[in-house]
């Protein structure tokens, strides 16, 4: 009802007498009819300029805002940017009269979160001459920190299509950078955590297509702009690697020499970033996928500088940390890093001016000095894994490779002072391994150990080693001896244990199968 005729109340109100209720009190009831009913199209300049004519002349600051904030919303709902502005220059105007946005920031932060939602392309909102003016008058850091939030917030949910434009850029840099420098080392970690979540999200929305220079240049700035947030640096080196693979892709693998340089650039920035985290895993992970990116894109020299930052990295892991808000140990990550990275160095070509089996070496090196928690059996169990990489790094042809990079399998060609290399190597691991095996006899707790470790080893010389070898073959007899020395093992295990030999493609399998314990071969009856 009030809406339909809202131009008429509006020219009543201006009419009237201030006796029983001021007018600002009428111009805000009469505001919260038309943003909750839409009045006719016909009447919503003619209302807006009648009522906004009267608003104009309240002295009152707080009578002003009242109504200020609530018309502001009716403004973005029906009009333009040019009206918004116009509203925002006026609020602007009124406010800094005697400072007197310092007693009205909530009514101010309220305006700025009606204005927010109506805008779904901020091209628009920034292209408002006055809209980071009125974000200027939130003085007090905390008020501002909100406010700014609040706008990246809706930019990163409500904001539809990537953007590249200048305006939007510049302005988003500020406002995040105003919530990036209100982190300081008191800050609570979820504090950190929502700030980091929110700059990514803005940073997810930067896109320059396939000028990819742009892109990296944006990141550049962006990791200087916020170097104190850490989740923030990580997501830069993800995107940095991620650049490089699509140039990769575009490419098809054949890099002319000014894709070549520019890859080696974002090998430069990853490399550069990743020292500066303060999370060990943090730098650990990311030195591995950057390594592989750096191997994919035929940077080799620049692989092997991130492989070994990452093994001299391991010293800097300690035996227990915080994961996930709780003390926990971390071997089980330093176990899957090692695999993962054994994994990769299956593939990764010898540097021709270190030694033979140089970042193999090193890893084996970091396992030995990596300080282990007493009584545990993961360092054994990894370096079973390297056993594996070894007997993988024999093949006359790897089960696989990086296209357009030579393996050692190329290089070597075979090459028997390789493969005696690699032998010793695989000697001095089973001989360490079996000696830790056979001192696991004190308690039946050690025992259990004892068994599953000897499982583990014999699963594994199963799949990769020679089973014709008499010495081979004797060895995965004694394991599984010791496996089922004091019964710790269940039957059915036993039995799916055994069957990895069985279905070797090898005659010399079933001698060995028959040496095994008639015990066990009576499970398959």
Known sequence: FISSRALEFANMIKESEETASPKYRLYVSLGNCVVQSEPSP????????????EVMKLTSSSEYISCAQIWIEFVAMHFSKKEVNTLLDDIIKHMTMDRAFESHYSDLVSIINKILPHFKNFSTLFSMNKFLPYVDLFQ???????????????????QQEDANDPLIINAMMYLCQTIHDSINALSLEDDKRQSSELICGFLRKISFGRDFEQQLSFYVEARSTFSNLEHVLVYLVHSVNWLSMRTRAVVKGNHTRKTASFVRACVAFCFITIPSLDSVIHKLNLYLISGRVAI?????????????????CLAEVPQYMDIDRKRQSTEPFVCSFFSNLFSTLL???????KEMLFLINGVLNAIEEYKWIEGSDHKYRVYMSAVCLLSASCQ??????????DSNDSLYSGERKFINEIIDLVHKLLEIISNHIKSLT???DEHKRQARLALGLFARLSCHSDLSDPAVSNMIVNLWQLTEKHGNISPNTLRRFRAIVTQQKNPSCQTLVNKLSTDVLALDV
């Open 396 to 405: 006359d042809k790897y089960i696989y490779k990086v296209d357009k990079v």
């Open 442 to 444: 004190s308690s039946s």
């Open 42 to 53: 016909n009447d919503q300049l003619a209302l807006l300029n009648t009522v906004w004519k």
């Open 140 to 158: 007090k850091e905390e008020v501002k920190v909100e406010v700014c939030t609040n706008i990246v917030r809706s930019f990163v949910y409500q």
């Open 296 to 312: 994919a894109n035929g940077a080799l020299s620049q692989g092997d500088s991130f492989f070994k930052s990452a093994i001299n």
């Open 347 to 353: 593939v990764v070509p010898d540097n021709p001016d």
